[in-house]
């Protein structure tokens, strides 16, 4: 263990300075908007504010897959929302979501139009607007709710914790990389072990739970979040490692991890989205960019 620090908590924590670090500059300990700013309004039914992180990709992969099924209904407008800008902190932003984070969805189809924060939640809204993506019968759609909130209990701990400390604190806490590496290397287990034994994360059918789970754990042992892949042995769970590649094959999915993202290979990027035909031209674009 590398040496203590000499740090002596004062009685009363006060907001004196920026903690350092990546993302340091949009951490305040006090909530609400700091300037005025409203949303853009699409064509759409249902509008998504968000970024192609793993918790907005949940909610685009969501949306396409429901398109894929057939559910019209299911349109959206996808606008960008620059987190590092400090766009969550925009009035009409905090009116969608008083948490200021990335994702969150206005539902005009309704009157007044509803308003859902927390991915989790967007994700069952989504499920019982629609009717699908969740079983039906108690005893699964138990075991289907109780994956998806497993998801949103665990994934603070990954991104939080284990990303925070391993990959964007100023400097590396060995204390505290132990800690979280541990956490996460066991709650690979737990999805290594009920993969094992079942094709998805609720059993036979391809659910919320599984969309939830993949942009995170799924991006983890495919080494596209952290670049720690090697660090935490993902390759011996061999079994999430199966479920991510075959939930990678599916065309909601490839479209879903495209939406809002700003980062990785030109051709992987939608930063905004507004219409199916968006993914061809995005294509079309950068095509004819590159020549
Ligand atoms: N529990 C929330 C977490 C959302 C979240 O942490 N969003 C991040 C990006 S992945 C964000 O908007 N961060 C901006 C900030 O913290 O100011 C959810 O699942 O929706």
């Known amino acids: 263990m590398n040496e203590p620090s000499s740090y002596e908590p004062p009685k009363v924590w ?154 964007y604190a100023p400097f590396k806490i060995e204390y505290a990389i132990d800690r979280f590496a541990m956490e996460v290397k066991r709650q690979l287990d737990v999805l290594d072990r009920r993969l094992a034994d079942n094709q998805y994360v609720c059993g036979d059918e391809y659910t919320i739970a599984d969309i939830a789970i993949w942009p995170w754990y799924g991006a983890l042992v495919a080494n596209k979040v952290y670049e720690a892949a090697e660090f935490l042995d993902a390759g011996s769970y061999t079994h999430v490692n199966r479920w991510t590649a075959q939930i990678a094959e599916r065309k909601g999915v490839q479209r879903g991890r495209m939406v809002n993202r700003s980062s990785g290979p030109p051709e992987e990027q939608l930063r905004e989205r507004h219409d199916a035909s968006d993914f061809d031209t995005s294509t079309q674009d950068k095509i004819e960019g590159e020549s």
């Open 14 to 167: 006060k907001w004196e300075r920026e903690s350092g670090g990546t993302f340091a500059n949009i951490n305040r300990p006090i909530a609400g908007p700091t300037h005025d700013k409203e949303l853009p309004v699409g064509k759409h039914p249902l509008q998504l504010y968000s970024l192609g992180t793993p918790n907005g990709v949940k909610v685009t992969v969501m949306l396409e897959e429901l398109l894929a099924l057939g559910h019209t209904g299911a349109e959206y407008d996808a606008w960008f929302i620059q987190i590092s800008d400090g766009e969550q902190f925009g009035s009409g932003f905090v009116d969608v979501n008083p948490n200021s984070k990335i994702p969150a969805l206005m539902d005009h189809s309704t009157s007044p139009p509803t308003r859902v924060f927390e991915s989790g939640a967007i994700l069952l809204y989504l499920a019982e607007k629609f009717g699908a993506l969740m079983p039906g019968d108690p005893a699964n759609r138990a075991e289907c709710l109780s994956w998806l909130f497993w998801q949103m209990g665990s994934a603070p701990y990954l991104g939080g914790g284990f990303g925070h400390f391993y990959a």
